[in-house]
């Protein structure tokens, strides 16, 4: 279908105030959306029916979703999808500042007890819009970050979510998945990319975890040496883990069950991190460090991603989301700069808007 027809058509389901969601997948030109037919907000405890899922940072067992069985499926190709990346400049707020260098300091002394090895500890801000136009957010989302996997999500009880997210949670094909440990920051330049030993330390704890908790549910594993991987003006250290699924048994939800929430979006030992963030983070995070993506095949065939580099828009207002992962070696006023640097991802989508 004709982008401008594809964008007509979401921005009148949009006015309707109609649940859909659109997205592409990473290095894909095509965009592909559900418009769902009823203004029914699905949940789904069991990751085996078509359609798009998106679950919260809090997922236990259920998830929003919406299902093809009740949308309409189109399509449309993005042309030239290719943007220069211009760093915006961020006012600093002295309260918000110290506010997140003390929350960073409590989870290094958290670690230096010994309660934690690391914790990702995260924060919204919201920027205002001059206007808001559905149809400048696909475009630009879409070609800003055609590396990425984008989305938009529209549903009247969840509000507008957006995002072009580098990390996957777990890809599944015919009894085979992929899964990655990213974890591990700097900005891009055009130097030569060193990592020091607290970027590898953090993205190797992230492994390990990751391939205990699939020990239970897979077979063969295969990891990848930690590579770089670049997200927009970010570099990550990334390191791919694939294998095949246990005696064809394992399904999409114990595999997501298995992986979620990761240590690269909460911590390690988990439980002892997600209490610390709930209990100290000082706000929702709703569906940010979420998953996300579409369900195939009923569920023999899924592409789930951590939703992150997103945000809510409500109205005139856009709540960015971000975050990074503590360690021993974290230094607060570091740390707050990796979430201004990240914050960067979302704000070069908005720029037509602001
Ligand atoms: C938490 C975020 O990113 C995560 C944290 C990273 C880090 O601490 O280096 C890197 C990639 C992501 O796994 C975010 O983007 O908000």
Known sequence: MDLQLFTQKISDHLKEELPFVLYARP???????????SKTLFKIDELATNGFVLAPFEYENTACFIPESDSEKIETELQNPSVELKSLEIAENDTEKDEYTTLVSKVIDNIKYRKAKKIVVSRSKDFHLNKFSFGTLLTSLFSTYPQAFRYIWYHPQTGLWCGAT????????????KTMALAGTQPYTNNEVVWGPKELDEQQLVTDAITTSLQ?????????NPHTHRAGSLLHLRTDISGVLKN?????????????????????PKKFAKEFILENEGYNRAFYTGFLGPIQDNGASASLMVNLRCMQIENNTAHLFVGGGITIGSKPLEEWQETQNKMQTMLQVLTPML
């Open 166 to 177: 580098p990390e996957t949670l777990v890809q599944v094909e015919n009894n085979t998945f």
């Open 216 to 224: 239970r549910v897979t077979s063969i594993l295969k990891v990848s």
């Open 27 to 37: 290095q894909q030109n095509t965009i592909s959306a559900l418009l769902q037919k």
């Open 248 to 268: 064809g048994k394992t399904t999409l939800t114990k595999i997501a069950a298995a992986l979620h929430p990761t240590p690269a979006i909460c911590g390690a």
